[in-house]
């Protein structure tokens, strides 16, 4: 028998595609059901509230900080990029907003950032906790967080993802404006370095490995399973937020139901199609460190077994 095909002999590299295909579509599956048998729809309505209260806070302060260095005309119609990954009627509602605070004067938005900072970080630390706690509970996590680690836990991730998405965020912008103002020629052809779906991607994906690496569980999940869960969760926001756009613009003309609420309730579906994807990334990195373990354990389990029997 060859040892290619025994994933249960230590040392050597299973090449079956067959099982490989077998033990994805197994993972797959037990994450699904990790996923969809639980109370999961409480923390997916729970994140989706506190972000949709905490994003237009937060949209306030990036445009008073970034109204310092760039007129906030510039601001707005750079950050419209970022509204075209929503559907069509929430995409109104941010750029109706950008293009209030970009004829806004400054010192108004001076004003309202200063308000904004304390509605936002209240309403983002909330966030971060019931996302926190979804993570937790989707991981079976049995030594759970006491209430002030917990608390500091939840403050580190808000920290630390305002830290990264404000350089990314930098980084897209100021590409961007310098390729505009500079006609930076030899990158032209490279559409995608310019897209905003491209660098929300890469954000999302170093943001979620690292969330499920260090803040789902008190012990760190693997790095394998953490990647492979951050990389789920980003390309699976990107196919629902392109689901989304079809649902809302071509299936179900929510503005007949809820009339001028009808941008509202698009961007909350927006958003929990994008928590559950979040959370699947969470079950399937959980559901790979359960298969790796396995397969590390088979053959001490084994040696085990037998050796009573040399005995």
């Not at 990954?85 to 109706?96: C, E, I, T, V, Y």
Request: overall charge positive; charged content about 15%; proline content about 4%.
């Amino acid at each position: 028998m060859s040892t290619a095909k025994d994933p249960d002999v230590p040392g050597k590299l299973d090449l079956d595609p067959v099982h490989w295909a077998r033990a994805t579509l197994d993972v797959l599956g037990k994450a699904l059901q990790r996923l969809w048998g639980r109370d999961v729809m409480l923390y997916v309505g729970g994140v989706s509230f506190w972000i949709m209260l905490a994003v237009f806070p937060l949209l306030v302060i990036a445009v008073g900080l970034y109204g310092i260095l760039v007129s906030p005309e510039q601001v707005a119609s750079q950050a419209a990029a970022l509204a075209r990954m929503l559907p069509a009627d929430a995409r109104s509602l941010f750029q109706g907003e950008l293009q209030r605070l970009a004829h806004a004067p400054h010192v108004a938005v001076s004003a309202q950032s200063l308000v904004a900072l304390i509605i936002g970080a209240y309403a983002s630390h909330r966030g971060y906790k019931a996302l926190l706690a979804g993570l937790s509970f989707i991981h079976d996590e049995e030594n759970q967080r006491g209430f002030v680690s917990f608390n500091v836990m939840a403050l580190i991730v808000l920290v630390a993802s305002l830290v990264l998405m404000g350089l990314v965020s930098v980084l897209f912008l100021g590409l961007r404006v310098a390729a505009t103002a500079w006609g930076l020629k030899p990158l032209a052809g490279l559409s995608w370095l310019y897209s905003e779906w491209t660098w929300t991607s890469v954000c999302m994906l170093l943001a979620m490995s690292l969330i499920y690496r260090f803040a789902m569980s008190r012990e760190p999940v693997a790095w394998r399973a953490s990647i492979v869960g951050g990389l789920a969760s980003a390309v699976l926001a990107l196919v629902a937020s392109w689901l989304c756009a079809i649902y809302v613009e071509q299936i179900a003309h929510l503005g007949a139901t809820y009339g001028s609420v009808g941008t509202v309730v698009v961007f909350l579906i927006w958003l929990s199609w994008n928590v559950n994807a979040l959370f699947f990334g969470g079950a399937l990195a959980t559901e790979m460190e359960i298969a790796l373990h396995t397969r590390k354990i088979k053959p001490v389990l084994r040696r085990r077994k037998k050796a009573p029997a040399a005995g």
